[in-house]
């Protein structure tokens, strides 16, 4: 949450030339915002509308996805990206996740209005085992979305989907 995935997501797309697409949009274009959908549905819903998702994402042309950040936590999307995706995790401290989530117009069901540092991580102590399974792990001193978008790129010419 709030670490940049689809900021960068679309400065890469451009640098790739490809198509871009964020799962939250798609969720909400068929379920509605997402607050509503958690609501109604709860987390084990919101996590199988993001698997359908992630699914349609990666029936288009190759391209760069954006997911949400819990989607890896889900153990049928962590496998059909595993299967079907190069991998990249932006590694964001907590501290600067916490101002962007508090600074962020978008309220995020699992951490509220003002989230806390230690909700935040907590969030990453479940999270970070997955996100470490990543192909690629991009970390480090604050930079433009330029700077980060190019380190992806010449990173990613060095791997292939299996």
Known sequence: MAAGKSTIGRELARELGVGFVD????IVARN????????????????????????????QPPGVIALGGGAVTYAPTRALLAERALRVYLDISVDTLVVRLRRSRTVRPLVGPNP???????????????????????????????????????????????
């Open 116 to 162: 806390s540092p230690e909700r935040v991580r907590e969030l990453l102590d479940v999270r970070e085992p997955f996100y470490r399974e990543a192909d690629i792990v991009v970390s480090g001193p604050r930079r433009s979305k330029r700077a980060f978008a190019r380190e992806i790129a010449e990173r990613l010419a060095s791997h292939s989907v299996g």
């Open 32 to 59: 509605g915002p997402v607050a509503e959908l958690f609501a109604r549905a709860g987390e084990a819903g919101f996590r199988a509308a993001e698997l359908e998702a992630v699914r349609e994402a990666l029936a």
């Open 23 to 26: 799962t939250d949009d798609l």
